[in-house]
T-cell receptor, first 115, second 111 residues
Framework: DAGITQSPRYKITETGRQVTLMCHQT?????MFWYRQDLGHGLRLIYY???????DKGEVPDGYVVSRSKTENFPLTLESATRSQTSVYFC??????????????FGPGTRLTVL | SQQGEEDPQALSIQEGENATMNCSYK?????LQWYRQNSGRGLVHLIL?????REKHSGRLRVTLDTSKKSSSLLITASRAADTASYFC???????????FGQGTELSVKP
């Protein structure tokens, strides 16, 4: 399917476990982003990537790891999940300098619960 | 703190009325964008206004930008129940593709 997809859509895990959230886009966009959305905080940027093998920290990177070996995939790993990482996670992609500004296209989100 | 702050946090109106949401920001921008989020879904881009533009229209949407006041407003005219959603402003401050999102306005349109 064309677009940006996330998997799983829902995940329940336990404190201390490693969890990987997947993000895949079919547009070959250069930029990809991971956000978390919590009540009272809006969207906060965790990590982003300007191209394959280039990643950088956002506003709230602690406890998360990303990689981008292929342009279309941008997995987010919680190395040792904590209850404070219970959230809804959104992946997004964009292709700057196309005349459309830095418009971002969002996936449907992953709702993660850490018990 | 967030670059974009939105006002009001929540807005409830009747179908057919107009809805106005405001966004203020702190630093200079390349452009400002508005997104909509339906409950349980991802954000969807609505409209972009560049820093050298003052007003832009798209269907029932009207966006204004006042760079001297560092503020923007989104007007939805003749609202419909299907417009019920959260609306976010996002600023592009020329930080390599990154956008900074406000905390959103939750709009409820009652039939």
């Amino acid at each position: 399917d064309a677009g940006i997809t996330q998997s799983p859509r829902y995940k329940i895990t336990e404190t201390g476990r490693q969890v990987t959230l997947m993000c895949h886009q079919t547009w070959s966009h250069s930029y990809m982003f991971w956000y978390r959305q919590d009540l009272g905080h809006g969207l906060r940027l965790i990590y982003y990537s300007a191209a394959a093998d280039i990643t950088d920290k956002g506003e709230v990177p602690d406890g998360y790891v990303v990689s981008r070996s292929k342009t279309e995939n941008f997995p987010l790993t919680l190395e040792s999940a904590t209850r404070s990482q219970t959230s809804v996670y959104f992946c997004a992609s964009s292709e700057p300098w196309t005349g459309g500004g830095d418009t971002q296209y969002f996936g449907p989100g992953t709702r993660l619960t850490v018990l | 703190s967030q670059q974009g702050e939105e006002d009001p946090q929540a807005l409830s109106i009747q179908e057919g009325e107009n809805a106005t949401m405001n966004c203020s920001y702190k630093t200079s921008i390349n452009n400002l964008q508005w997104y909509r989020q339906n409950s349980g879904r991802g954000l969807v881009h609505l409209i972009l206004i560049r820093s050298n533009e003052r007003e832009k229209h798209s269907g029932r949407l009207r966006v204004t930008l006042d760079t001297s006041k560092k503020s923007s407003s989104l007007l939805i005219t003749a609202s419909r129940a299907a417009d019920t959603a959260s609306y976010f402003c996002a600023t592009d401050t020329n930080q390599g593709g990154k956008l900074i999102f406000g905390q959103g306005t939750e709009l409820s349109v009652k039939p």
